[in-house]
């Protein structure tokens, strides 16, 4: 059985910093980019943070550019964002998520939400002004 577990979220002031983890299992998790997601209150869901399989190559969504750090630990099956210089606007429910993609050389670029084969259920960031 496939999960995703979330964690480390949390009410923060802005400029603040909070890590999240997210916990893999039931998959070959080599097998597959890691994605991290948000959605705001009324908002879509939307892309924040990719890392291929072997936790070489990122991408960012410009807004958290030089804020946020994916990482993954793949002896543990772990994958976290580390977030800095938080910002009100930063509130929201992140998801942890699983697009399967081989292990192949090519750049990480933005992931879709339809994409995406597993999913958390996410961690709640409430930045406050």
């Known amino acids: 059985q496939v999960q995703l577990v979330e964690s480390g979220g949390g009410l923060v002031q802005a400029g603040g910093s909070l890590s999240l983890s997210c916990a893999a299992s039931?998959?070959?998790?080599?097998?597959?980019?890691m994605g991290w997601f948000r959605q705001a209150p009324g908002k879509e869901r939307e892309f924040v943070a990719a890392?291929?399989?072997?936790?070489?190559?990122?991408d960012y969504e410009d807004s958290v550019k030089g804020r946020f750090a994916i990482t993954r630990n793949n002896a543990k099956n772990t994958v976290n964002l580390h977030m800095y210089n938080l910002k009100p606007e930063d509130t929201a429910v992140y998801y942890c998520?699983?697009?399967?993609?081989?292990?192949?050389?090519?750049?990480?670029?933005?992931?879709?939400?339809?994409?995406?084969?597993?999913w958390g259920k996410g961690t709640l960031v409430t930045v406050s002004s």
């Open positions: 039931g998959y070959t998790f080599t097998d597959y980019t």
């Open positions: 998520a699983a697009e399967r993609s081989g292990r192949g050389t090519a750049p990480v670029g933005p992931l879709s939400v339809g994409g995406m084969d597993y």
């Open positions: 890392i291929s399989w072997s936790g070489g190559r990122t």
